[in-house]
């Protein structure tokens, strides 16, 4: 009979190349906010995939760049710590010959590793299936890989090998979380990233880099299925202020709206959901603030 398996896996890759579709298509339930603008994952975010042949730890890193300010720096290095703490690294890249320097900053990352490399190139529903060989053939000498295992994360094409390898790839062990348990973050974190993504997605492109989301009231009313959640949207300017607001306050209302259905569907319940917009200026150079904010270097160890 075949042994339990059970280890940590990291989602590495350059931002937008898919690596929270992935995790959420794996793990089968939307827990990593998706967005087509870098920066949307900023914390570790941990889920859990339990099968009879084993658990898998998934951990979504901040894509890995060339960081800009503390938040940036902040970022890189949780992904970077990540490739040395876990069982093994899923590499996730796009379906294309070119391996540009975000690519090779990352190769060398690979170098000061010894943990087994599966690279995944996403997003083969973007081309033509006779192309993939010629992806494959452009990476596989670039590093050290255990396995290349094309997918589409959109599509789920090819997403239940890419599960099966990963596990093949694991050292035997425990269960180490409940077997309908999916992720380790709080409630209040998943609600606040829902937040986010709702304005990442509306917002225009100048804004969504600054913005954080924090939840000031989660409360269960008594005797009712219905929760209420005040959350406010921070951003570093008046200006950016105006634009989240929208003529007449559109804007925050489809945000809201957007983000409720989410919210609810996570929570399995009704939720009276209140946004405030606030301007605190530069926050992403301020370690209060990004600690403030729910970006914890010491919670992230």
């Known amino acids: 009979?075949?042994?339990?398996?059970?280890?940590?896996?990291?989602?590495?890759?350059?931002?937008?190349?898919?690596?929270?579709?992935?995790?959420?298509?794996?793990?089968?339930?939307?827990?990593?906010?998706?967005?087509?603008?870098?920066?949307?994952?900023?914390?570790?975010?941990?889920?859990?995939?339990?099968?009879?042949?084993?658990?898998?730890?998934?951990?979504?890193?901040?894509?890995?760049?060339?960081?800009?300010?503390?938040?940036?720096?902040?970022?890189?290095?949780?992904?970077?710590?990540?490739?040395?703490?876990?069982?093994?690294?899923?590499?996730?890249?796009?379906?294309?010959?070119?391996?540009?320097?975000?690519?090779?900053?990352?190769?060398?990352?690979?170098?000061?590793?010894?943990?087994?490399?599966?690279?995944?190139?996403?997003?083969?529903?973007?081309?033509?299936?006779?192309?993939?060989?010629?992806?494959?053939?452009?990476y596989k000498d670039v590093a050290e890989f255990a396995e290349i295992v094309p997918v589409s994360a959109l599509k789920g094409e090819n997403t239940d090998d890419l599960m099966s390898t990963v596990i093949k790839y694991l050292p035997e062990g425990p269960c180490y979380y409940d077997e309908d348990t999916i992720t380790d973050q709080p409630e209040r974190q998943i609600v606040a990233e829902l937040v986010r993504e709702k304005a990442l997605r509306n917002l225009s492109d100048e804004v969504p880099h600054g913005i954080a989301v924090a939840i000031e009231v989660m409360k269960e009313r008594k005797g009712g299925n219905l929760i209420d959640i005040d959350a406010v949207i921070i951003c570093e300017r008046s200006s950016h202020k105006g634009i989240i607001i929208g003529k007449q306050g559109s804007m925050l209302k489809k945000i809201g709206t957007d983000a409720r259905k989410d919210i609810e569907a996570l929570l399995d319940c009704k939720v009276n959901l209140k946004l405030w917009v606030k301007v605190k200026k530069d926050w992403r150079d301020s370690d209060y603030l990004i600690k403030n904010y729910g970006y914890d270097k010491n919670l992230d160890t």
């Open 1 to 138: 009979m075949a042994k339990f398996k059970s280890g940590f896996v990291t989602l590495i890759g350059r931002p937008n190349v898919g690596k929270s579709t992935l995790m959420n298509r794996l793990i089968g339930q939307k827990i990593a906010i998706t967005s087509n603008k870098p920066q949307t994952t900023r914390n570790r975010i941990q889920t859990i995939y339990t099968a009879k042949e084993g658990q898998v730890i998934f951990l979504d890193t901040p894509g890995i760049h060339k960081a800009k300010n503390k938040l940036g720096e902040y970022m890189v290095s949780v992904a970077e710590r990540t490739l040395k703490e876990v069982d093994v690294i899923m590499w996730i890249v796009e379906p294309t010959t070119f391996i540009g320097a975000g690519e090779r900053h990352i190769v060398e990352k690979l170098k000061n590793v010894d943990t087994p490399v599966i690279l995944v190139i996403n997003k083969i529903d973007t081309v033509n299936k006779a192309e993939i060989l010629t992806f494959i053939n452009a």
